[in-house]
């Protein structure tokens, strides 16, 4: 059964931080591209970043440049965000999501998401 669970998410003050954390299960992790998206209230689901099986590669959205990290564990089957000088804007529902595409086939994944409210 495939899972992937989130945790991590609450309630911080602008300028603070939180690490999210997403632990996968029922499938081969190294084989996945694992991403962080965000939904906040009334707007659409977006892309926050993103990072390669092995973990060379790495991208985010510009709203997240030089205050995020995405990283992962393989060993653990476990994702990472770690956010730093949070703001106001950054308030959503995180999700983590697992991907694997080939020529002919794909492969998706998505946690329950995790909450995130910053605020004063």
């Known amino acids: 059964q495939v899972q992937l669970v989130e945790s991590g998410g609450g309630l911080v003050q602008p300028g603070g931080s939180l690490r999210l954390s997403c632990v996968a299960s029922?499938?081969?992790?190294?084989?996945?591209?694992m991403s962080w998206y965000r939904q906040a209230p009334g707007k659409e689901r977006e892309l926050v970043a993103a990072?390669?099986?092995?973990?060379?590669?790495?991208n985010y959205a510009d709203s997240v440049k030089g205050r995020f990290t995405i990283s992962r564990d393989n060993a653990k089957n476990t994702v990472y965000l770690q956010m730093n000088s949070l703001k106001p804007e950054d308030t959503a529902v995180y999700y983590c999501n697992a991907n694997r595409r080939g020529r002919q086939y794909e492969y998706e994944h998505w946690g329950q998401g995790t909450p995130v409210t910053v605020s004063s």
């Open positions: 990072i390669t099986g092995t973990g060379g590669s790495t």
């Open positions: 029922g499938f081969t992790f190294f084989y996945y591209a």
